[in-house]
């Protein structure tokens, strides 16, 4: 395993990982989430609990990086992609058993769906662009 270029991927997914949820479901989808506001932390005690959404995001990346360095051999950004997606369904999978189970709204399921598929393959394709082999040189 290259190592390098692995911390790289994984750190590059991170920081994809954590501004798409930032913009996704801090922001696009605020206002869906608040229509069943007692489901959540309110926002004065979000604070206390950030550091576990920081390694929510740790846990992701560092996992879909390993995901891909080692089931992709071949690497590159669509292989990865698709990976990507393939853990999306996974995580889509928890989201309607969340939906049977707590009172949310079909928005926020919906949203959850749409934004787990875009944001795994997203960063899919990144660690895939970033962690693939060197290409053998020629003579």
């Known amino acids: 395993m290259n190592w ?3 911390f790289i991927a994984f750190i590059t997914a991170f920081v994809f990982l954590f501004a798409f949820g930032f913009v996704w479901y801090g922001h696009l989808m605020h206002d869906i989430h608040n229509e069943v506001p007692l489901l959540w932390r309110p926002e004065a005690d979000f604070g ?20 891909c360095a080692k089931f992709v051999p071949g ?3 669509g292989a990865c992609a ?9 995580y889509i999978g928890n989201n309607f058993i969340i939906y049977a189970v707590q009172p949310l709204t079909t928005k926020i399921l919906g949203g959850w ?7 795994f393959a997203i960063a899919g394709a990144i660690i895939g662009a970033i962690y693939k082999p060197s290409s053998p040189a020629t003579t």
Do not use: E, S
């Open 82 to 90: 698709g990976l990507g997606i393939l853990v999306a369904l996974v």
């Open 48 to 67: 206390n609990y950030f550091p576990w959404l920081i390694f929510g995001h740790i846990v992701m990346a560092f996992f879909l990086t390993l995901l």
């Open 4 to 6: 390098k270029k692995f």
């Open 75 to 77: 690497g590159g950004a």
């Open 113 to 119: 769906i749409v934004g787990d598929l875009i944001m």
